[in-house]
């Protein structure tokens, strides 16, 4: 511009990006985005440590799970083992012999003694 001399200068600068006045804006948007980096990191830390408390929790259980299955299929040995021998104590035929046949075979063999 004809005639402004200094001044026409001052008018290009302005037009154009002032290093100086978009730093102030850079720097905070810098800082900003810091600040929610590190929410952010707070954040997944403690999912992190959720997840894993979750993970012991879970194998914890599926730890509890086997042993009752384990101890489940020993109950039904135990009454399994129950019910035969019940069945086989009130099946006169698989049981030891009575007192009468006993008492019977006793008199047998005092009968030749006589």
Do not use: W
Not at 21 to 48: A, D, F, H
Not at 94 to 111: F, L, Q, V, Y
């Amino acid at each position: 511009m004809y005639g402004l001399g200094v001044l026409s200068k001052r008018f290009t600068s302005s037009t154009s990006v002032d290093s100086t006045t978009s730093q102030p804006s850079l720097v905070y948007q810098i800082e900003e985005m810091c600040e929610i980096i590190q929410k952010l990191n707070v954040e997944l830390t403690s999912k992190n440590a959720k997840e894993q408390t979750l993970e012991k929790k879970l194998e914890q259980m599926v730890k509890d799970h086997k042993q009752m299955m384990t101890d489940q299929e020993e109950m039904k040995l135990i009454l399994q083992h129950i019910q035969v021998n019940n069945v086989m104590s009130s099946d006169p035929s698989n049981s030891t012999p009575n007192k009468h046949h006993r008492e019977g075979h006793i008199r047998d063999d005092n009968a030749d003694d006589d």
